[in-house]
């Protein structure tokens, strides 16, 4: 039994130390780059930028440390992964047909309605990565692991800029 | 009032006596009443519980039982249809007596009326029993049952499906900070929306203070050795509660080579 719940524990810290682990790592990788390639760019938009990929770089390390078990990191690596795609996907969504649109329109309207809290379960699923094509089930279960995983996103990244202020 | 009686024992032909009155009493009328009679006594037993129409008929042939009918009838509805039944059977008795016996009747109903309650209470459990929920649910399942409404699948699916949520929604409620004490579902989700808002926002700001020290800071072999202690050592209740041990065990296959990919190109530098 112990050995169980040792394993257990292990198993279940995983998830923080491995964000942790990615996370420093992609920062190092990204400080070696900097050190290399700085020029050009005004000092701004180079902080906007790093900025940018640092967020970025959380995000993608937390969703590889989940794993491709829950449906939020899953879109959310496939988001990461390929870009260029979805942007495709949607600039095609913007040229649909006018039979088309209305039948998009209609399908949110009939969404509105059946749903339970309509506008609150949209504004759900714009947050949580992945929830257009959820029920609200499934929404509201990925929603509280989503939670989890940002809550110890934010303790893992506040205590590493903790560590590096001191 | 004497002439159905009269006819009626002179068909009992053991009587010499009611032999000689019938041989008195001219024929025809009598034989009618006396025939109207044992027509009703006959549609009395034939269709004595269902059809109350047929009884009152058979009242206005037979004289004599006319008034006791409208005695009867003016009882409440149980007891007129068994005060009917007795009445055919026997026609001389007394009121009281006949009162007597539809009271009797009308108990045996009210007691059949209650085996056939029990025995809709039975078959009730039964059917839940075949559904595996939860027993505290029970009382409410039986409650819509007994109106007629929740014996089919689809008001059973629904009910599930709105247990499910509200379960969630309690999770949620356990998870985000200062929102146990709030009632309402649109309200928890405001509040829900809020804090993964937060979140996201604190994000952004600890990429930002960590963009700054990043780039200030030259002491690189220094991050890889701390962190994992430093961070191995914080409390981890966080992750530790919806995270089954199966999707753990499953993500340690699946994580080395995502560790591989990780070393090869992270994919965020291709995503910006």
Same mark, same amino acid.
């Given at each position: 039994?112990?050995?169980?719940?040792?394993?257990?524990?292990?198993?279940?810290?995983?998830?923080?130390?491995?964000?942790?682990?990615?996370?420093?790592?992609? !920062?190092?990788?990204?400080?070696?780059?900097?050190?290399?390639?700085?020029?050009?760019?005004?000092?701004?938009?180079?902080?906007?930028?790093?900025?940018?990929?640092?967020?970025?770089?959380?995000?993608?390390?937390?969703?590889?440390?989940?794993?491709?078990?829950?449906?939020?990191?899953?879109?959310?690596?496939?988001?990461?992964?390929?870009?260029?795609?979805?942007?495709?996907?949607?600039?095609?969504?913007?040229?649909?047909?006018?039979?088309?649109?209305?039948?998009?329109?209609?399908?949110?309207?009939?969404?509105?309605?059946?749903?339970?809290?309509?506008?609150?379960?949209?504004? !759900?699923?714009? !947050?949580?990565?992945?929830?257009?094509?959820?029920?609200?089930?499934? !929404?509201?279960?990925?929603?509280?692991?989503?939670?989890?995983?940002?809550?110890?996103?934010?303790?893992?990244?506040?205590?590493?800029?903790?560590?590096?202020?001191? | 009032?004497?002439?159905?009686?009269?006819?009626?024992?002179?068909?009992?032909?053991?009587?010499?006596?009611?032999?000689?009155?019938?041989?008195?009493?001219?024929?025809?009328?009598?034989?009618?009443?006396?025939?109207?009679?044992?027509?009703?006594?006959?549609?009395d037993?034939?269709g004595s519980i269902e059809e109350s129409t047929v009884t009152e008929?058979s009242g206005?042939?037979?004289?004599?039982t006319r008034k006791t009918r409208d005695l009867s009838s003016e009882e409440d509805y149980s007891s007129k249809i068994v005060s009917t039944t007795t009445s055919a059977?026997?026609?001389?008795?007394?009121n009281?007596?006949r009162r007597k016996i539809s009271g009797s009747r009308s108990e045996n109903n009210n007691?059949?009326?209650?085996?056939?309650?029990?025995?809709?209470?039975?078959?009730?459990?039964?059917?839940?029993?075949?559904?595996?929920?939860?027993?505290?649910?029970?009382?409410?399942?039986?409650?819509?049952?007994?109106?007629?409404?929740?014996?089919?699948?689809?008001?059973?699916?629904?009910?599930?499906?709105?247990?499910?949520?509200?379960?969630?929604?309690?999770? &949620?409620?356990?998870?985000?900070?200062?929102?146990?004490?709030?009632?309402?579902?649109?309200?928890?989700?405001?509040?829900?929306?809020?804090?993964?808002?937060?979140?996201?926002?604190?994000?952004?700001?600890?990429?930002?203070?960590?963009?700054?020290?990043?780039?200030?800071?030259?002491?690189?072999?220094?991050?890889?050795?701390?962190? &994992?202690?430093?961070?191995?050592?914080?409390?981890?209740?966080?992750?530790?509660?919806?995270?089954?041990?199966?999707?753990?065990?499953?993500?340690?296959?699946?994580?080395?080579?995502?560790? &591989?990919?990780?070393?090869?190109?992270?994919?965020?530098?291709?995503?910006?």
């Amino acid at each position: 039994m112990t050995s169980k719940h040792v394993i257990a524990a292990a198993r279940t810290s995983s998830i923080k130390t491995r964000f942790a682990r990615r996370f420093l790592r992609s !920062l190092l990788k990204m400080k070696r780059s900097n050190r290399l390639g700085t020029g050009s760019q005004s000092n701004e938009e180079i902080k906007k930028r790093s900025t940018h990929i640092i967020k970025t770089a959380a995000y993608a390390s937390m969703a590889r440390a989940v794993g491709p078990r829950r449906t939020w990191s899953r879109s959310l690596l496939f988001k990461l992964r390929n870009p260029r795609r979805i942007q495709g996907v949607s600039s095609k969504r913007c040229l649909v047909t006018k039979e088309n649109k209305n039948k998009r329109i209609t399908r949110n309207k009939m969404q509105i309605i059946s749903r339970e809290p309509p506008s609150r379960a949209d504004s !759900l699923r714009k !947050l949580v990565p992945g929830g257009d094509s959820m029920d609200i089930c499934s !929404l509201l279960e990925e929603t509280a692991h989503y939670i989890k995983c940002l809550d110890t996103q934010v303790k893992v990244m506040q205590s590493i800029a903790d560590y590096y202020s001191n | 009032m004497d002439p159905p009686l009269v006819s009626e024992t002179s068909f009992s032909a053991a009587n010499p006596s009611s032999y000689t009155l019938t041989e008195i009493w001219p024929f025809p009328p009598s034989s009618s009443t006396a025939l109207g009679l044992r027509m009703g006594n006959l549609a009395d037993r034939d269709g004595s519980i269902e059809e109350s129409t047929v009884t009152e008929q058979s009242g206005g042939n037979g004289n004599g039982t006319r008034k006791t009918r409208d005695l009867s009838s003016e009882e409440d509805y149980s007891s007129k249809i068994v005060s009917t039944t007795t009445s055919a059977n026997d026609l001389n008795d007394s009121n009281g007596k006949r009162r007597k016996i539809s009271g009797s009747r009308s108990e045996n109903n009210n007691s059949r009326a209650e085996i056939e309650a029990s025995s809709g209470a039975n078959n009730k459990p039964a059917e839940q029993s075949s559904k595996p929920l939860e027993p505290p649910k029970q009382d409410y399942i039986h409650v819509r049952a007994r109106r007629g409404q929740a014996t089919d699948s689809h008001s059973l699916a629904e009910r599930a499906r709105r247990e499910k949520i509200s379960e969630r929604m309690k999770i &949620l409620q356990d998870l985000v900070p200062g929102c146990n004490k709030v009632i309402g579902k649109a309200i928890v989700l405001d509040e829900i929306i809020n804090y993964i808002q937060s979140l996201q926002r604190q994000v952004e700001f600890l990429s930002m203070k960590l963009e700054a020290v990043n780039s200030s800071t030259n002491s690189s072999p220094m991050i890889e050795g701390l962190h &994992l202690k430093d961070l191995g050592a914080q409390p981890l209740d966080a992750t530790g509660m919806v995270f089954g041990p199966q999707q753990t065990r499953e993500y340690v296959q699946g994580s080395q080579s995502e560790w &591989l990919h990780m070393q090869v190109g992270g994919s965020f530098e291709r995503a910006t």
